[in-house]
């Protein structure tokens, strides 16, 4: 069975500055699909970027990038010029051949003005 | 835009009570899903759908049933509500391909007393 392990319950990152969220996960795949979705405060959560494991180039969305070692299998989320909309609890999340999600157990993210 | 509309963003509920708890999706996806998001332990799969009348448990089926008549429909049934059922409700959709990300709901925060 898939795992995904978010070992950072929380952070934090000062206005404009970088901030990087760790995950890793576990599969005996070759073929698969990763995700960052993003829950803001009392809101719906929404996807933030997505990386296709046969793809060695890291996926970019504006400010958010990943840098995805599959070898490692770590999946690590990098938030530049961090806002204050970025304030969220942020979910690393596995895809199966179905299209089944396992996700990581979240980070919080604070985000001081 | 994919939207996915949970019935209740509140729900207050006695112990022993029948609570259902609606999921309708307008994107004519295959697969649906339940979540319980508690904190500290991310988002956990109650059970999925992958077609009408179609269904699998998911990680903690136990104490919950659903109903899947049509397509864009997922109902969550909690037969005999308890107060260790007092959680955030997430209901997601999704095509069957593994690329595909899940679209969420806005959750239910159902207490039960």
């Known amino acids: 069975a898939q795992t995904v392990t978010q070992s950072q319950p929380e952070m934090s990152v000062q206005e404009a500055e970088t901030v990087t969220l760790s995950c890793t996960y576990d599969?005996?795949?070759?073929?698969?699909?990763l995700f960052w979705y993003k829950q803001p405060p009392s809101r719906q959560m929404i996807l933030v970027i997505r990386?296709?494991?046969?793809?060695?180039q890291n996926a970019t969305e504006n400010r958010f990038s990943v840098n995805f070692q599959k070898a490692a299998k770590s999946f690590s989320l990098k938030i530049s010029d961090s806002q204050l909309g970025d304030a969220a609890m942020y979910f690393c999340?596995?895809?199966?051949?179905?299209?089944?999600?396992?996700f990581g157990d979240g980070t919080t993210l604070t985000v001081k003005p | 835009d994919v939207k996915v509309t949970q019935s209740s963003r509140y729900l207050v509920k006695r112990t022993g009570e029948k609570v259902f708890l609606e999921c309708v999706q307008d994107?004519?996806?295959?697969?649906m899903f339940w979540y319980r998001q508690d904190p500290g332990l991310g988002l956990r799969l109650i059970y999925f759908?992958?077609?009408?009348?179609?269904?699998e448990k998911g990680d903690i089926p136990e104490g919950y049933s659903v109903s899947r008549e049509k397509k864009e429909r997922f109902s969550l049934i909690l037969e005999s509500a308890s107060t260790n059922q007092t959680s955030m409700y997430l209901c997601?959709?999704?095509?069957?391909?593994?690329?595909?990300?899940?679209?969420f709901g806005a959750g239910t925060r159902l207490s039960v007393l």
């Open positions: 997601a959709s999704s095509t069957t391909s593994p690329k595909n990300i899940q679209y």
């Open positions: 599969t005996s795949e070759s073929d698969y699909y």
């Open positions: 990386q296709e494991a046969y793809k060695q």
């Open positions: 999340a596995y895809n199966t051949n179905a299209g089944k999600s396992t």
């Open positions: 994107m004519d996806h295959e697969n």
């Open positions: 759908s992958y077609d009408v009348k179609m269904k």
